[in-house]
């Protein structure tokens, strides 16, 4: 059975997807164009409790974003905004407000393939689940994706894992999040991996 699309990206991951440094993607979203979020434990907001995901302004931690590189790995939040929520709730307890590290910062699943239709960051929109032209699947788009990966990442560590990595590359460009099954994606890499010598990948 397949696996669902991912949930979270790291920032370091979407700043390899898209080839641009993460000081970008903290500017598109001080602007309001893409979303950064994180997970917290209980904190108080005046009288109202908030924990779990929620959305954070990254100008209140900007120096973790320096495009240098010289900033912390760790700042306090003051201020969160729930995901279902407009209004930005203040930090009243703790008083320091909230711990976050850089690595925790993330951009969930469906932010990631809403940003990358609305910008057409591969060149290409879905039109419906991933489908081509001729009313199946793109796996000529597969191919290129196939080569981009070999040449800028080298190969996956399993054929598994790289079945994983193409169904997130084809729900990511459908409207629907929709994606092919393990065997039909597995049927057309098998060549490829035959022709990379990819021995006896594990599955």
Same mark, same amino acid.
């Not at 407000?97 to 690595?103: C, M």
């Not at 990442?153 to 560590?157: A, D, F, I, S, V």
């Given at each position: 059975?397949a696996?669902?699309?991912?949930?979270?990206? +790291?920032?370091?991951?979407?700043?390899d997807?898209?080839?641009?440094?993460v @000081?970008?993607?903290?500017?598109w979203?001080?602007?309001?164009?893409?979303k950064?979020?994180?997970?917290?434990?209980p904190?108080e907001?005046?009288?109202?409790r =908030?924990?779990g995901?929620v959305?954070?302004?990254?100008? !209140?931690?900007l120096?973790?974003?320096?495009?240098c590189?010289?900033?912390?790995h760790?700042?306090?939040?003051?201020?969160?905004?729930q995901? !279902?929520?407009?209004?930005?709730?203040?930090i +009243?307890?703790?008083?320091e407000? =909230?711990?976050?590290?850089? @690595?925790d910062?993330?951009i969930l699943g469906?932010?990631?393939?809403?940003?990358e =239709?609305?910008?057409?960051?591969f060149?290409?929109?879905?039109? @419906?689940?991933?489908?081509g032209?001729?009313?199946?699947?793109d796996w000529?788009g597969?191919?290129v994706?196939?080569?981009?990966?070999?040449?800028e990442?080298?190969?996956?560590?399993s054929?598994?894992?790289?079945?994983?990595?193409?169904?997130?590359?084809?729900?990511?460009? @459908?409207? +629907?999040? !929709?994606?092919p !099954?393990?065997?039909?994606?597995?049927?057309?890499?098998?060549p490829?991996l035959k022709?990379?010598k990819?021995?006896?990948?594990?599955r």
């Open positions: 059975m696996l669902p699309p991912r949930v979270f990206f +790291t920032l370091q991951e979407i700043a997807r898209w080839g641009c440094p @000081s970008d993607m903290a500017g979203a001080a602007m309001g164009t893409l950064i979020v994180t997970g917290i434990p904190i907001c005046g009288e109202l =908030v924990a995901l959305q954070i302004q990254p100008t !209140d931690v120096p973790m974003f320096r495009r590189g010289t900033g912390p760790e700042a306090h939040l003051k201020r969160v905004r995901l !279902d929520r407009e209004d930005w709730l203040y +009243t307890a703790p008083e407000g =909230v711990l976050v590290s850089f @690595s910062l993330l469906q932010e990631v393939q809403r940003f =239709v609305v910008h057409n960051i060149g290409r929109v879905a039109e @419906s689940a991933g489908l032209d001729d009313g199946d699947y000529t597969m191919n994706e196939i080569t981009r990966r070999v040449f990442e080298g190969l996956p560590k054929q598994g894992e790289w079945i994983r990595e193409l169904q997130d590359w084809f729900a990511a460009r @459908s409207e +629907t999040g !929709d994606f !099954d393990e065997r039909s994606i597995r049927r057309r890499l098998t490829i022709a990379l990819f021995k006896n990948p594990p």
